[in-house]
Every structure is written in C-alpha cells, then in structure tokens.
C-alpha cells in the first residue's frame, strides 16, 4: 500500500469526478447483506484533466462481478489552447 501511495503522489495524481455508485465492491453482490467498500477508482493527472477537463467516471450496478463496472467519459473535444502555449522561444525569432 505504501508504494501505491508513493507511485500517486510521484504522479500527482488525483481521484477524477465521479457519479453512481458510492460503493464500488460488494461482498455479497446479489444478497441483501455483506460488506461493501470503495476500493475502485478512476484517477489521472492534472495535465489530463486540463485537455478534459469534463472528464468524468460512471460506477454502474453490480452486474457478473462483485466490483461495480466503471466508465470514463471524456469529453470529444480537448481544452483550448492559447498559440502562446504551443510556441518554443527560440533566440533567433527575439
């Protein structure tokens, strides 16, 4: 677990917008009792989510497994950029 939370933090990544399920594993996925967790999650970096920034996760129903399936929605156009952001200074063009 230390090293997951080494390799995230080196990779500043963080957990992106979600919506659905709260609980993303069950125990018991068809039963009215058992254990239920959010161990699964969708994460990236900043600079994704700056070119998606709409980008978002969908934890849907329990189906054949016993996690809850999960959906990345990202959005079809990326984030606008500035020219600025695409030019290298060079010397020569100063």
């Keep these: 677990m230390r090293e997951f939370k080494e390799c995230v933090d080196a990779n ?3 957990d992106i ?3 659905g399920l709260q609980f993303t ?3 018991k996925p068809r039963g009215l009792d058992g254990t239920l967790r959010k161990i699964d999650r969708i ?3 900043l600079g994704f989510l700056d070119s998606f920034a709409g980008a978002h ?3 849907q129903p329990y189906r054949v497994s016993d996690h809850s399936p999960a959906i990345l929605h990202i959005p079809t156009m990326c ?3 500035a020219f600025s ?3 290298v200074p ?3 063009y100063s």
């Design 85 to 87: 952001e695409y030019a």
């Design 25 to 27: 594993w069950s125990q």
């Design 57 to 59: 996760a969908v934890f």
């Design 43 to 45: 994460m990236a970096n």
């Design 17 to 19: 917008n979600r919506s």
């Design 90 to 92: 060079r010397r020569e």
């Design 79 to 81: 984030a606008e950029k």
């Design 12 to 14: 500043e990544l963080v």
